[in-house]
């Protein structure tokens, strides 16, 4: 006979099972659905990779379908974008973090900085074009491109640094300063090296966002797809050119579906590296991983 | 006093509208221990922290008065807390070692100060390490993280980190608060040996750590310096009815 105070009266709680049930579902429906994405484009779109498709250049003379030009457009925004918005985006996060005293005015500019990301891209591009393109007189060319794109992930530079600048000890900055270490110093010795883990996370989800990118780029950098010259590497830039995302939509738009999934298919694939590429920078340059 | 390091001068802190720090005067002594004592939020900390002007980093903060050490005054315009710092040292409650080698944590202060030769290098890392009593310990592992150190020696491998800039003064924030006793007791051995060669200040909350290495020691209360006298005396004969309250344990 089992007492009243004894433990041994374990009930099956009904509503408990179904909520993990309902959990389980979700989670199962969240993953499958990436999955089946990745599949579809992959069955439709590794047919069309081939070494042409990826080394050569769209040509009717030659009868060659390529993405070579947007590929190498794309790497062409990546590299000023990042060039760009980088050193402004870490140097006004370390301004925010270290120099600034915290108050009214540190609080409006993170305020801004977070709505500025929240902004639909195609409004930077709208700015972008109007006032790089026709106040700047860049015209539709990859600068105009990089220097929108720039403004975009500048909000997403600044605010991982500022994250990675925040975990890092107090204790430290006052070891530093107590041996007679600047500011500056401390901040190039110490600081930084801590937080690079922080800021190359910024930097490669800021690459991510780049490759993504469609709206803000049609109407800055245009839609070219052929290589530069040769000897031209450098007057390329104030060139257009479409990188992937914009010759994806292009080829869909004409009803080329083979080239807009091979470019997926392409891009599916620079996407997974990197986020690997993120994660193994993160730990490689993780100072408290030092052996 | 007889050869006197620091010489502070009625030295006011106020921190905002809180009076933090009233009237302090006091003769530090070179080559002895220099203990402060008081409960939690009595100034010693603060004070210790004048010393070498690490409160200038806290906001709001207005220090008055003089604090001269080796007769110069450290808040003169003409002062450069780099150079300071580099006379009067400072080691920490919380350990606080850099994220890097051994050899680099040590390395780091001459290199501010701008030593770039390895050898030279090489000689100071080993002088402060062997200065501290850690070289034994990590002679093998200079290359590796100092975070893979044991509490203990982590806070050794501060106090050399400290040395490495030759400094005449060592300022101690609660050393050992936060290590084990055997710990403990080497840091403290460490500093009856560290006196010889430099100026040591420490503030403790720990009395018998006051009493077993200090030749002088002051008694801070809300702000003030109740009572300043060598170590003996203050814990033999307390002159004021407050210090006697504190040290046999009465409040605090």
Redesign the interface.
């Known amino acids: 006979m089992q007492s009243e105070n004894s433990i041994y009266n374990k009930k099956t709680h009904g509503m408990d099972k179904f909520l993990y049930g309902c959990i389980y579902l979700s989670a199962a429906i969240a993953v499958s659905v990436l999955l089946m994405i990745i599949c579809y484009v992959t069955v439709r779109g590794i047919g069309s990779v081939s070494l042409e498709f990826l080394t050569t250049v769209t040509s009717a003379r030659k009868g060659t379908v390529g993405i070579a030009g947007n590929i190498v457009n794309t790497l062409y925004i990546i590299v000023i974008t990042l060039v760009i918005a980088t050193p402004i985006g870490v140097g006004s996060a370390i301004y925010l973090n270290e120099y600034a005293k915290p108050g009214k005015i540190v609080r409006i500019i993170e305020f801004t900085t977070e709505t500025l990301s929240g902004i639909p891209s195609i409004i930077f591009g709208l700015f972008g074009s109007v006032f790089f393109g026709t106040t700047l007189h860049l015209g539709y060319s990859l600068l105009t491109g990089a220097l929108t794109l720039s403004l975009m992930i500048l909000p997403l530079i600044t605010r991982n640094t500022q994250e990675a600048l925040r975990t890092v000890p107090d204790s430290y900055r006052s070891g530093a300063l107590g041996m007679g270490a600047t500011k500056w110093h401390m901040i190039r010795t110490i600081l930084l090296p801590s937080a690079m883990p922080g800021i190359i996370t910024g930097v490669i989800l800021a690459i991510g966002r780049i490759v993504g990118e469609s709206a803000a780029l049609l109407f800055t950098a245009g839609s070219g797809y052929l290589l530069p010259k040769a000897g031209g590497w450098l007057s390329k830039i104030l060139q257009p050119g479409g990188t992937l995302t914009i010759q994806l939509y292009l080829s869909s738009s004409k009803a080329e579906y083979n080239v807009a999934f091979g470019i997926a298919f392409v891009l599916l694939v620079i996407v997974l590296c990197i986020n690997f590429l993120t994660k193994y920078l993160a730990k490689r340059f993780d100072v408290t991983r030092m052996k | 006093m007889e050869n006197t390091k620091i010489s502070v001068q009625d030295l006011n802190l106020h921190y905002g509208t809180n009076h933090a720090l009233k009237h302090v005067n006091m003769e530090i002594r070179e080559n002895a221990i220099t203990a402060f004592i008081g409960p939690s939020g009595c100034g010693k900390s603060t004070f210790l922290k004048c010393l ?1 002007r ?1 409160n200038d ?1 806290v ?1 709001n903060v207005k220090i008055e008065g003089k604090v001269l050490i080796d007769g110069e005054d450290i808040y003169s315009p003409k002062a450069d ?6 006379k009067v ?2 080691v ?1 409650q ?1 350990a ?1 070692p ?4 051994i050899y680099d944590n040590i390395a ?2 001459p290199r ?2 701008g030593i770039k030769d390895k050898a030279t290098l090489d000689q100071i890392v080993e002088e402060s390490l062997r200065g501290a009593a850690i070289f034994d310990e990590v002679k093998d592992r200079l290359k ?2 100092a ?2 150190l044991s509490g203990g020696q982590q806070q050794r491998l ?1 106090i050399a ?2 040395l490495a ?1 030759q400094p005449d003064v060592l300022l101690m924030d609660e050393p050992t608060s936060a290590l084990d006793p055997i710990s403990t007791l080497k840091i403290e051995e460490l500093m009856v040996e560290l006196k010889k060669k430099y100026t040591v200040v420490v503030v403790t909350h720990n009395m018998q750590q006051a009493a077993r290495v200090s030749d002088d020691t002051a008694f801070f209360l809300v702000g003030e310096v109740i009572e300043f006298n060598h170590t003996d005396d203050i814990f033999a004969r307390p002159q004021d009815k407050r210090t006697e309250d504190y040290i046999t344990g009465r409040f605090g």
């Open positions: 070498n690490m980093l906001e807390t780099t150079l300071l710092r580099k040292g400072m920490f919380q606080n850099f994220p890097m080698s780091y202060g501010i100060h590796k993280s975070l893979g501060c980190r400290a800039v």
